[in-house]
């Protein structure tokens, strides 16, 4: 199918560059000015009419969340550099310093932004649907004397104010928690003292008072002469300290991975400060002295006219109102998992039978990845279940399936990455409580992190052993499923089967130079099995290379798209997030497109296709859990799957077709680093679409 040409539209919010203002002339962007300016993108969705009311709200939480872990993890990277000398610029020219500065200045930009669209739009917007969130002071007298109830009788228990003097240092500020500085007037003798109160994240954020929702942090704050009895408050401001989150862990030295990891987390807690967020009232004054104890620089000092932490209206965005979100969607049973009465069908027998696709949230994870693990786990013939685990919900039903499975004396193994940014901790419980089930856990390989989604069921049957696999795209999250868009193969396919139990003994034993036949399969090949792929379609004189990913920033593979481009291969890219390539450039990359997808659903899936991969005008496709980027060919495990099946190739061109049209969803990238929203006539969006074909699926 040939894309269509949109019309672009004006952005809402401010195009951001990512190539830099001063050196276009470089071949690649810089990797955190693209993300950058990917939040953007979010953010756009924020001003967008298209949107419900509440999900325009949940798109400020998710910015605010967004630009959290990027202080946390890339600012921090960038902070370590400056201090550790580094002085060797990235592959677009900028030192670290540099990248620190010019991020400043474009967080800045969105950030303004970002308070704009809550008080002037989303707020307001609101109130006129009879959910109002105001200030304290916009309080009428009935509504404090309720508020003050409220406080005595369940604020005020749980605070605990912390004075700072001689005799009581300066307490330490955890990563993002949100807190009160407050200066207070000892009158017996003439002191203006300073105490710090942290708002406790154990109480709802906005206080519900009648018809109106204030913010917790207001509400402590007018109260706080209960707090300092026989003081005079002076002064009062919140503020937020974001602190360096990145694990720092070195596993060839360590003896018990699960213990040095436990260790690490609580030595993070009390990483080094890099970003202070501040109302912005504070005097200066109070100002200086969180700066002189949190160590930061006043560029590292970012003030709000709105309330800090936005990640708090997720709490707003789950009051019932369904007709300010968009209408629920519950994903289809794909038609060859279930039997005439709707009940689920009989995996073993369904994928004997053939492959199956299923692709969330539009196909249901839960009559899908899930029920295939709990007939695993139930089936008497099931001999062993194998899985690896990146990242799952607390209350996952796919871990009780596998204890369940492990109760009944099968053979159960789980590959838990414990080193999953930001849910270590969750992964340390889910490993202890598999292990006390007496599932057999491993940790991966030292230098590696296991990203790939697998799982393998060894099932015995009348002819003898045979294995079923789920090889996907997505984490084994039944909470995620429902709003990341991702791929998964279910098959019996004795090739897959036998390539998976390879990988899986490699990852729990000891192994080197395996060879698959089916799958791709990172550190040790991925990069080299792309780029062989990729020179088969140079040499082709016809080439065509589509790619769906997350993120684009590996050098070599950039290089090797501009080499494809310059030989004539016609590339489209579809990149959520990070794209380090410049398309679009004469005599580099003319011949290579790139466009991005932002709305309802976050894309997360990727699929690799190449146009002459079985022979002149016969495309290959693969799907997998690989971005790319040098952390996931160098040091993660990753499996991409060839998909034969003609059929099941047919419904990912029909995504591929899906994206590279989508005139509603869609932004495109040119060669300066400018990101535009596309408009046109066939108002296409993705997500409906494939919403709408799953539905039609689900009825044939």
């Not at 709200?57 to 946390?72: C, V």
């Not at 602190?243 to 720092?248: C, E």
């Not at 599932?439 to 045979?466: N, Q, S, W």
Request: glycine content about 8%; aromatic content about 8%.
């Amino acid at each position: 199918m040939v894309a269509v040409d949109p019309v672009a539209r004006p952005a809402r919010v401010a195009p951001v560059r990512v190539g830099g203002w001063d050196q276009n002339d470089t071949p690649v962007f810089n990797r955190e000015l693209s993300w950058l300016a990917f939040n953007a993108r979010v953010l756009e969705l924020v001003a967008d009419p298209a949107v419900p009311l509440l999900e325009r709200a949940a798109f400020l939480a998710i910015f605010s969340g967004n630009l959290d872990e990027f202080f946390q993890v890339r600012v921090s990277g960038l902070h370590d550099q400056v201090a550790a000398g580094i002085t060797k610029p990235t592959s677009d020219g900028r030192l670290p310093g540099q990248q620190i500065e010019e991020i400043r200045e474009v967080v800045g930009q969105l950030t303004a932004q970002h308070q704009s669209a809550f008080v002037d739009d989303v707020r307001p917007a609101l109130h006129r649907e009879g959910i109002s969130l105001v200030d304290y002071a916009d309080l009428d007298e009935q509504q404090r004397e309720d508020t003050a109830v409220q406080f005595r009788q369940r604020i005020f228990p749980v605070l605990t104010p912390l004075a700072v003097d001689p005799s009581h240092p300066f307490p330490y500020i955890s990563d993002l928690s949100l807190n009160l500085a407050v200066l207070v007037f000892d009158p017996r003798d003439g002191r203006r003292l300073f105490a710090r109160v942290k708002v406790p994240n154990t109480l709802a954020r906005w206080v519900h008072i009648g018809d109106s929702y204030v913010p917790l942090e207001q509400v402590i704050a007018a109260h706080l002469g209960l707090l300092f009895p026989g003081m005079e408050i002076l002064e009062h401001y919140a503020f937020r300290v974001t602190r360096n989150a990145d694990l720092t862990l070195e596993e060839e030295d360590a003896d018990d991975l699960l213990v040095a990891v436990e260790y690490e987390l609580r030595r993070q807690r009390f990483g080094r400060a890099v970003r202070l967020e501040i109302s912005a009232s504070m005097s200066e004054e109070v100002l200086d002295l969180l700066l002189r104890e949190l160590d930061l620089d006043p560029t590292d000092v970012y003030a709000s006219v709105a309330p800090l932490d936005a990640r708090s209206l997720f709490e707003i965005v789950d009051i019932k109102r369904p007709d300010l979100r968009w209408p629920r969607w519950q994903g289809v049973t794909e038609p060859a998992l279930l039997v005439d009465d709707d009940e689920p069908a009989d995996f073993f027998s369904v994928l004997r039978g053939g492959d199956v696709m299923v692709h969330h949230p539009y196909s249901s994870f839960s009559t899908s990845v899930i029920e295939f693990i709990r007939q695993a786990a139930l089936d008497p013939h099931v001999l062993a279940i194998k899985l690896t685990l990146y990242r799952t919900s607390g209350d996952s039903p796919i871990i009780d399936e596998l204890i369940g499975a492990a109760e009944r004396g099968k053979q159960v193994a789980v590959l838990v990455e414990l080193k999953a940014r930001f849910d270590e901790a969750a992964n340390i419980g889910w490993a202890r409580r598999l292990e006390q089930a007496g599932v057999h856990v491993a940790y991966g390989l030292a230098g590696l992190k296991i990203h790939t989604k697998t799982a393998m069921v060894v099932r015995e049957e009348a002819d003898g052993i045979r294995r079923y696999c789920h090889l996907g795209t997505g984490n084994y999250n039944h909470r995620t499923a429902r709003i990341y868009e991702d791929l998964g193969l279910l098959t019996a396919d004795p090739v897959i089967g036998d390539d998976l139990a390879d990988l899986f003994n490699y990852l729990t034993g000891y192994g080197r130079d395996i060879g698959y036949e089916r799958l791709l399969v990172a550190p040790e090949g991925l990069r080299a099995d792309l780029t062989a792929l990729i020179d088969q379609e140079i040499a082709s004189g016809r080439g065509r290379i589509v790619m769906k990913m997350n993120g684009l920033v590996d050098a070599p593979m950039i290089s090797k798209l501009y080499e494809a481009s310059q030989a004539g291969v016609d590339i489209d890219l579809i990149v959520r997030g990070t794209c380090c390539l410049r398309p679009g450039v004469a005599g580099m990359s003319e011949r290579i497109r790139v466009r991005s997808v932002i709305g309802r659903f976050l894309e997360h899936s990727r699929i690799f296709q190449f146009g002459n991969g079985r022979g002149p005008g016969q495309p290959i496709t693969y799907i997998g859990s690989a971005d790319l980027m040098s952390r996931n060919l160098n040091r993660r495990v990753e499996v991409l799957v060839r998909i034969d099946d003609p059929v099941l190739a047919g419904r990912l061109q029909e995504v591929i077709d899906i994206g590279l049209t989508d005139d509603q969803l869609a932004w495109t990238l040119d060669g300066d680093g400018v990101w535009t929203r596309r408009s046109g006539p066939a108002g296409i969006d993705s997500h409906v679409r494939l919403q709408h074909l799953a539905t039609a699926r689900s009825r044939a």
